[in-house]
């Protein structure tokens, strides 16, 4: 291992609690992660205890009634909330801690006490909609680090890339209309939620800041690679975002039960590699916030084929840069109305 610049790893034994029997979302996966760091002397990562998001951040993306609902389904002992969404008594300081660490991740890399940080709690978040818990999420914690990162740390510019093989439709409504935020999401199609159409731009003043990639079942490393260089690193180029946070599932594994995409542990690394080159071009730090991933071998290998790009110190180098994948190329011309030139300047 070279020497790491200054990260974080931000984790909490709260997050095991939430616990329901049989489901793929389940505190094994945090064991195995932790597992996987631990061997590997956590890639020089300061663990940090995530603290509990406070009221302000979570209303930052959610209303009050959200808020109290699921508090008070937690409270009376919990329950389905719909068909793969369960409450237990503990869920809610699980729900709070995860939000608290993505939050908490941003104060770090803003305030200048990390270079770079994982958040690695669950239950993950990218489902969430504003006042609708769903697909395993009950807040949407990467929406409220951004939505922080925006209120309290006054950035103008925060960007989101969601490579989770799910639709962040949580994410997506939340910043539909927002300018400030640029979501990008690389999602099977046709899966679950089965929102995300290449055609949902976002609306209003947002309009062209809702960047939907939907890529076929089957698709693997040279797609998803290229996507993540050739289109999110085009806009990142042309926006100049002050942040960039990977909402990082690890579903699009091939080994994963819930999806049938391709990507292997060295495809999730060169798209960490990708996105750090960009965030490092521009001076913004980068962070990433765990979404799903429910094989416990491709989730682990997965995080540790990447981090060392992401905590090492100097810019990792493109050892070969993807080809323009046909799959970039149509979603680059489909961008052209927001964001001219973006194509030519790859092609370029
Ligand atoms: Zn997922």
């Not at 940080?117 to 990467?142: I, Q, Y």
Request: glycine share 10%.
């Amino acid at each position: 291992m070279g020497e790491t610049r200054r990260s974080i790893w931000l984790r909490h034994d709260a997050v095991l609690a939430h616990d329901v029997p049989g489901h793929p979302e389940r505190p094994a996966r945090i064991r195995a992660l932790e597992a996987e760091m631990s061997a590997a002397d956590w890639f020089g990562c300061t663990r940090v205890e995530a603290p509990a998001a406070s009221r302000e951040a979570l209303l930052g993306v959610h209303p009050e009634t959200h808020v109290t609902a699921i508090e008070e389904l937690c409270a009376s002992g919990g329950g389905a909330i719909d068909a793969d969404t369960f409450a237990v008594p503990a869920t809610w300081e699980a729900a709070l801690r995860a939000a608290g660490g993505a939050v908490a991740l941003v104060d770090a890399l803003l305030g200048g006490d990390a270079d770079f940080g994982v958040s690695a709690l669950r239950p993950p978040g990218h489902h969430a909609e504003t006042d609708r818990a769903m697909g395993f999420c009950f807040f949407n914690n990467v929406a409220a680090a951004a939505r922080h990162a925006r209120s309290a740390h006054g950035l103008e510019r925060v960007m989101i890339v969601d490579w989770d093989v799910h639709h962040g439709n949580g994410t997506n409504d939340i910043f539909h209309a927002d300018a400030g935020v640029l979501f990008m999401s690389i999602h099977e199609w046709p899966l679950y939620p089965g929102t995300g159409p290449a055609s949902d731009v976002g609306s209003g003043e947002g309009e062209g800041f809702t960047v939907n990639v939907p890529v076929p079942g089957g698709t693997g490393d040279l797609a998803y690679t290229s996507l993540v260089e050739h289109v999110a690193g085009a806009l990142a180029a042309a926006w100049e975002p002050q942040l960039v946070l990977i909402s990082a599932g690890f579903d699009a594994h091939r080994d994963d039960p819930l999806a049938s995409c391709r990507v292997s542990e060295a495809g999730f690394a060169a798209m960490a590699a990708s996105l750090r080159r960009a965030a490092d071009r521009l001076g913004a730090p980068l962070g990433l916030v765990l979404e799903g991933g429910y094989d416990l071998g491709a989730l682990a290998h997965s995080m540790a084929a990447l981090m060392p790009a992401l905590v090492d110190v100097g810019t990792p180098r493109a050892a070969a840069p993807p080809e323009l994948h046909p799959l970039a190329v149509r979603a680059l011309e489909r961008l052209e109305p927001y964001w001219p030139g973006l194509g030519a300047s790859v092609r370029a």
